[in-house]
């Protein structure tokens, strides 16, 4: 996400998402404050007009899950990359198929005891 300005996304974050999700936050709360044995389905039975949005909400939130899935994973890699780079973290091979991209999509192969020397010794 580096391609975007700081700016932007504080002003995105802050202006627009930060208000949203108070906003569903508060909604599913005064919702369970009405109904307080529907805690369980809370998110969907909450949604306004029925069955005609359930679609479009349940749409929105499968695609959430994919976004905060692929961020756990890009933070994973970064995690990951930063303590090999500290020697925090067992030596890998790193596989990147993207030439132009490098945290595009890769692939960790854990480095044996001899692929290791091997890595030292080649420097």
């Not at 996400?1 to 569903?24: C, E, K, N, R």
């Not at 919702?31 to 069955?51: E, H, M, Q, R, V």
């Not at 909400?57 to 899950?65: D, I, K």
């Not at 994973?73 to 991209?101: D, E, G, N, W």
Request: net charge positive; charged share 10%; hydrophobic share 45%.
């Amino acid at each position: 996400m580096h391609q975007y300005l700081t700016l932007v996304l504080q002003i995105a974050f802050i202006g627009i998402l930060y208000p949203s999700v108070m906003i569903s936050y508060f909604g599913q709360s005064a919702w369970l404050i009405k109904n307080p044995s529907g805690y369980a389905t809370s998110f969907f039975a909450s949604i306004p007009w029925g069955d005609a949005f359930f679609y479009f909400y349940f749409v929105v939130a499968v695609l959430a899950a994919c976004v905060a899935s692929q961020t756990m994973i890009s933070a994973a890699y970064s995690i990951v990359r930063q303590s090999m780079a500290l020697r925090c973290f067992p030596r890998m091979k790193v596989i990147h198929t993207s030439t132009k991209v490098s945290s595009f999509c890769c692939r960790i192969e854990v480095l044996s005891q001899n692929e290791k020397s091997h890595a030292q010794t080649s420097r």
